[in-house]
């Protein structure tokens, strides 16, 4: 195809969860074909109830969870050759506004995500984070199930 959207930035969104892996896998190799740069962000959405005195700690739990969830991508891309940047962003009210507003600020081509995460809700098909990035999104966004 001559007219073929190559894409500059593929941004990741990842919360451990298998299904934000395998959207890893996919993204890695989207970005290794279009010798693209790789981001991937975690958000650590603000607890529910704040306690006092325990909110570092939630964080520090979250943060090193995700540290966790990094090196695996950190390991996928570089078996791919692929340039990788990581971030981990806390305290976002909202999830999907958080990822938004990353995908906007690191200039973003297409963003990938997971259908649902790690939340426990199977109401829906598609999860809430992953139709508010397909409603609001800028660029092209690629749902992986």
């Known amino acids: 195809m001559a007219n073929a959207t190559t894409f500059r930035r593929v941004l990741v969104a990842v919360d451990g969860s298998a299904v934000s892996l395998r959207a890893v896998e996919h993204a890695v190799r989207l970005a290794?074909?279009?010798g693209a740069e790789l981001v991937a962000v975690h958000i650590v959405p603000s607890?529910?109830?704040?306690?006092?005195?325990?909110?570092?700690?939630y964080y520090e739990r979250a943060r090193g969870e995700a540290r966790r969830w990094m090196k695996e991508v950190e390991t996928a891309a570089q078996q791919e050759g692929v340039r990788l940047?990581?971030?981990?962003?806390?305290?976002?009210?909202?999830?999907?506004?958080?990822?938004?507003?990353y995908a906007e600020?690191?200039?973003?081509?297409?963003?990938?995500?997971?259908?649902?995460g790690r939340t426990p809700s199977r109401r829906i098909l598609v999860g809430s984070v992953a139709?508010?990035?397909?409603?609001?999104?800028?660029c092209a966004v690629l749902v992986i199930r």
């Open 32 to 34: 290794k074909q279009d």
């Open 47 to 57: 607890p529910p109830v704040e306690v006092p005195g325990e909110l570092a700690d």
């Open 85 to 101: 940047r990581t971030d981990i962003v806390v305290g976002a009210y909202s999830v999907v506004d958080a990822v938004l507003g």
């Open 105 to 116: 600020t690191v200039s973003a081509d297409l963003l990938v995500t997971g259908t649902r």
């Open 131 to 138: 139709s508010g990035l397909v409603e609001y999104a800028s």
